[in-house]
């Protein structure tokens, strides 16, 4: 079964960084990419930053360009998203989800139960 | 950027009748587009890929249809469990991009 586990979540000053984890099982971890996710309180669904199978490709929403950075560890099943210069607007349910293949970031087809992050002073 | 609309943002069905839920592209994404279902308090679950082809365990009343820049999801005789929040999205382009929702509430 495959199973998605974030972590790291919590409440930040506006400015201040937070590293969110994902850890994975269930299926070979370094075979598939793998994204963020995030939701607004009482928001649709934003896509944030993906990264492929092997870290050699990552992508990222215009909005957090700069400022996060999609990392994976294969050999500890873990998918990391580091989070700098946060602002309000960050403020958000993070899930992460299991792509389809290896190195495209397409459609996600596992998704873990998400990790509140507030930015608030 | 691609923007998908969703319409409407909010239905009313009863148990056992059908829903009609559309989404439309702001340019072509050809058939790479996903449905997905979210309950409250639940992550997202994937419902249809690649327009119309079911994921692993959805049950046949769910079907998607469409290409290019419009695509339908049909539930064609709705369940309890069916009322929640559909959402589509893109992955023809980057970034990849959600419609903003419509849910689906009992009548």
């Known amino acids: 079964e495959v199973q998605l586990l974030e972590s790291g979540g919590g409440l930040v000053q506006p400015g201040g960084s937070l590293r969110l984890s994902c850890a994975a099982s269930g299926f070979t971890f370094s075979n598939y990419a793998i994204t963020w996710v995030r939701q607004a309180p009482g928001k649709g669904l934003e896509w944030v930053a993906g990264?492929?199978?092997?870290?050699?490709?990552?992508n990222y929403a215009d909005s957090v360009k700069g400022r996060f950075t999609i990392s994976r560890d294969n050999s500890k099943n873990t998918l990391y998203l580091q989070m700098n210069s946060l602002r309000a607007e960050d403020t958000a349910v993070y899930y992460c989800?299991?792509?389809?293949?290896?190195?495209?970031?397409?459609?996600?087809?596992?998704w873990g139960q998400g990790t509140l992050v507030s930015v608030s002073s | 950027e691609i923007v998908m609309t969703q319409s409407p943002a909010t239905l009313s069905v009863s148990p056992g009748e059908r829903a009609t839920l559309s989404c439309r592209a702001s340019q072509s994404v050809s058939s790479n587009l996903a449905w997905y279902q979210q309950k409250p308090g639940q992550a997202p679950r994937l419902l249809i890929y690649?327009?119309?082809t079911r994921a692993t365990g959805i049950p046949a009343r769910f079907s998607g249809s469409g290409s290019g820049t419009a695509f339908t999801l049909t539930i064609s005789s709705l369940q309890s469990e069916d009322f929640a929040i559909y959402y589509c999205?893109?992955?023809?382009?980057?970034?990849?991009?959600f419609g903003q929702g419509t849910k689906v509430e009992i009548k």
């Open positions: 690649g327009a119309s």
């Open positions: 989800a299991k792509c389809s293949g290896y190195y495209n970031i397409e459609y996600f087809q596992y």
């Open positions: 999205q893109q992955y023809n382009n980057w970034p990849r991009t």
């Open positions: 990264i492929s199978g092997s870290d050699d490709s990552t």
